[in-house]
């Protein structure tokens, strides 16, 4: 079992759709959850951290569920500009982070 | 969080030739990190580079075929050697501190 896994997609939405995406971890000491967006060829780049208490960053919630071991992000009024990959990023207790594989998310008109 | 630069951010090069991939970060950091993405896929560690000791690879990944420097806390790199057709990837370069920062990559293409 892939210590963090994600449905790589694709997710074809409209604009102005609400999308989620969900990740899975296998390590439950692990620490700290990220969600990362990446371009194509590009790096990736942190999009939001996620709190035990979720968050929400304009159009984007993340949450945390700890007993079930998964993060979930929320997408509200989808852009053509959120078409991207977005990574799950787990950090456990040696600094080195886990990565999923990454969503693909196309936004069309 | 580390601003961390880069480079060369691409290249073509000849099998069995290799490539030097270096990496600045604005701030010491006990650990860099080096991973490779291949098309469709996820980051894959490659090893974790200290100043003062040698890397730690991660299982797949050998010193011969990817030797790393870490001369100081805010320099190191990554050479791909030997290279062949499957070394064809991007390669990244991280540091320690979440939120993990990375280099802008270097998009490798062997042919």
């Known amino acids: 079992r892939k210590e963090v896994e994600q449905d790589p997609g694709p997710f074809n939405v409209p604009e102005g759709a609400t999308v989620a995406f969900n990740c899975t971890y296998s390590?439950?000491?692990?620490?700290?959850f990220f969600w990362y967006r990446q371009d194509c060829r590009k790096e990736p780049k942190l999009l939001m951290s996620?709190?035990?208490s979720g968050n929400e960053d304009g159009r984007f919630t993340a949450q945390l569920n700890r007993a079930s071991q998964y993060i979930s992000l929320l997408i509200r009024d989808s852009k053509l500009s959120d078409s991207a990959t977005y990574l799950c990023?787990?950090?456990?207790?040696?600094?080195?982070?886990?990565f999923g594989r990454g969503t693909s998310l196309i936004v069309h008109p | 969080s580390a601003v961390i630069s880069q480079k060369p951010s691409r290249d073509i090069c000849q099998r069995g030739t290799s490539l030097t991939i270096q990496c600045q970060v604005d701030?010491?950091?006990?650990?860099m990190f080096w991973y490779r993405q291949q098309p469709g896929q996820s980051l894959t560690l490659i090893a974790t580079?200290?100043?003062?000791?040698?890397?730690?690879?991660e299982s797949g990944f050998v010193i011969d075929k990817f030797p790393i420097s870490r001369p100081n806390l805010t320099f190191s790199t990554l050479t791909v050697s030997n290279m062949s057709p499957e070394d064809s990837s991007i390669y990244l370069c991280s540091v320690e501190t979440a939120p993990y920062t990375f280099g802008s990559g270097t998009r490798l293409t062997v042919v």
């Open positions: 390590n439950s000491a692990s620490q700290s």
């Open positions: 701030s010491q950091v006990t650990m």
């Open positions: 996620v709190y035990s």
């Open positions: 990023v787990v950090g456990g207790e040696s600094y080195i982070p886990t």
């Open positions: 580079a200290n100043q003062g000791s040698e890397a730690t690879y």
